[in-house]
């Protein structure tokens, strides 16, 4: 009789156990979703962070100098170190408004770099003050088009284009805190230029290729 019990009762422990194994993964499954869900959370936020502070710090960098060669060394630094890029060049409008000639480069001569008409890929951004649409950073020969470009306005006016060819082997794409870092130089950098130009000139002239040349001998 004991032993029809004992045989009547292993399948009900059986089930019981199977259900609480179940119960158990389930369990297990909920809190490795949490866990991962955290983690993003905590990923996400560590990117915001890092995000803000390149921001703050290349912000810092720009607008903290009164002095034209430090704001251009600035942009340089934020290009390089932040962004990736390797050969670009910073173009300034001449006295006419319709032509662009390079005032300080990286990776390149810009003695070797011709003026950028209105019929170039740099004169069109600076003409419609809006950058080429695309993902690819792919090295960029320098007798062709840049591979991106940003115009740089002094409010709803552009004075300049940030043209890049090629950026650093490890660069693979543009994330995020770069596109943020770009749209900084381009609504940033020119203010910062105007008033380095202002106190180390006094008032009087416009911001463009010869009163910033002028600046740099």
Not at 101 to 128: C, K, N, W, Y
Not at 180 to 185: C, E
């Amino acid at each position: 009789m004991a032993d029809d019990d004992a045989g009547e009762a292993l399948p009900g422990l059986l089930a019981r156990g199977v259900a609480v194994a179940e119960r158990l993964v389930a369990e297990n499954r909920r809190l490795r979703r949490e866990l991962d869900s955290r983690e993003a959370e905590t990923r996400d936020a560590e990117a915001e962070t890092h995000e803000l502070a390149s921001l703050y710090i290349a912000a810092r960098q720009m607008l903290g100098t009164h002095d034209p060669r430090d704001v251009l060394r600035a942009v340089v630094e934020i290009l390089v170190n932040f962004i990736g890029a390797k050969t670009f060049a910073l173009y300034l409008r001449d006295e006419t408004g319709t032509v662009l000639r390079p005032v300080v480069g990286h990776g390149l001569h810009i003695e070797d770099m011709p003026a950028a008409g209105a019929e170039s890929t740099i004169g069109q951004v600076f003409l419609t003050r809006e950058p080429p649409v695309g993902d690819d950073i792919a090295p960029a020969p320098l007798d062709g088009p840049p591979r991106l470009a940003v115009p740089l306005r002094l409010g709803d006016t552009s004075v300049g284009v940030v043209a890049v060819w090629a950026f650093l082997a490890h660069k693979a794409e543009l994330y995020d805190v770069d596109r943020a870092l770009l749209d900084l130089i381009s609504t940033h950098a020119a203010h910062a230029l105007e008033a380095a130009r202002l106190a180390a000139a006094g008032p009087g002239g416009s911001l463009d290729y010869a009163s910033v040349a002028e600046l740099l001998e």
